[in-house]
């Protein structure tokens, strides 16, 4: 499969490194010099250094024979404009745009593939906004995952401190102890993520990733120490596009809202916009504005700042006087690690969000989603088994998976079920992989 990449942003260039490693053919287009040579010296992709809106560069990269085109820049325009441009000099199967304005997001214009040239729009915001709200309905307890088919099903990551009842314990002993249905996915161990088998022993520091059903977890999280409740009561710092976006979801599901901005003009323009939430003018540090406004009796914060290390902070600050529960955009792999470990309940990054739609889109077929884990190092892939599948008719026990590959849940006629050893396979069958991310290729042979 041929994939041409315009853009080596954080979004462009993650996807080339992520379908590099898929044995991938990538053709990376990027008109910084300096940006170019570096993307190429770090991963098997070609550059080509250029304008992706310049028929010529396009036509040097090879557009004719590829397979997918992913217009990835940080403007709109000139993504939709190469989509266009490849839509009407080439026959490309899959052309995708990512934008950041709603509006182009939820015009109808692009309805029609062959008017506009794009086949998939994706929108890193709207789609983080969605992701946050989908952790405040959980109760943001941590990162949550949901999946398509099997909705009662949820990959949750949790921080392992000194005082878990975890720590220095097997995988096996854990299970068993506990007697709850639940699998033990993965775990991140002093930077490095590893899919462990009943032997492992759960470390301090340790970041594990757990798959079971929503009411299991309900019971796992008190042993984490960690409360379950309805989150009503949300506040939200930075009125910017992801935060506006954010309110009004939340508004119509019925919480109460609260959106802190500095900027006073801002504020006036949110009132406008979102009159049924409350509007606060001022700085997330502010003390005597948790106190007037009795900001620290609300039971979540969520901090999508354009500033990484204000939602961090701002996330924690909120916690120490009182807010039960934090939820902070962030981006960098090393932020999102370290807000883990030092009380943020759960982080949202619009990169990764973007980037699971995009390759939830280029794999679709049988699979239903794909989820990123851990900088691209893994990932949690949902797959409806087809009649062609060589996994159909056998035992869990009896299948030859890729290597750092387990399944650790199954969707079978709206029942989730996560199986042990002697568990069948059937066509129909919606399946939930946990896999290390060199070993997707062998596992995309065994599902058609």
Known sequence: MRIVI????????????????????VILIEK????????????????????????????????????IFIAATTLDEINLIACFLV????????????????????????????ISGVDFLVNPDQEAAIDIVQTVEQGATSTVTVFENASDIQLREFFIDEDSEMKDKSVKDIRMNLKENFVITGVVHKGELTIPNGDY???????????AQKRTFHRLSKIFGVKNNKLKKILIVGGTTIGISVADLLLSRGRSVMV?????????????LLPEALILNGDVSDKQLYNDENI????????????????????????????????ALVEKTSYITLASSIGINSTVSPKFCAINSISKYIRKGNVR??????DGNAEAIEATLSEKSSLINLALKDIQLPANCLIAAINRKRKSIIPDGNFVLKAGDSVVFFISRDSVPNLEGLLT
């Open 87 to 114: 839509a009407a000099e080439y026959d490309v199967p899959v052309k995708i745009a990512r934008v950041r304005n709603v509006q182009y997001s939820e015009s109808r214009a692009f309805d029609d593939s062959k």
């Open 296 to 327: 620290a009796g609300a039971d979540a914060i969520v901090t999508c700042t354009s500033n990484e290390e204000i939602n961090i902070l701002g996330g924690l600050y909120a916690k120490s006087l009182g807010v039960k529960r934090s939820i």
């Open 369 to 374: 989603s794909v989820h990123s884990i851990f």
């Open 201 to 211: 022993i759960v470390q301090e520091d340790d970041q594990i990733y757990v798959v």
């Open 32 to 67: 910084d010099p300096m940006r170019a040579k570096a993307v190429a010296s770090s991963m098997a992709v070609t550059v080509i250094d250029g304008e992706g809106s310049d028929p010529e560069v396009l036509k040097e990269a090879g557009v004719g024979s590829a397979d």
């Open 260 to 272: 802190l901005d500095k900027d006073y003009e801002h504020c006036k323009y949110l009132a406008e």
């Open 6 to 25: 315009l853009g080596a942003g954080e979004v462009g260039s993650e996807i080339a490194r992520q379908m590099a490693n898929e044995k991938k053919d």
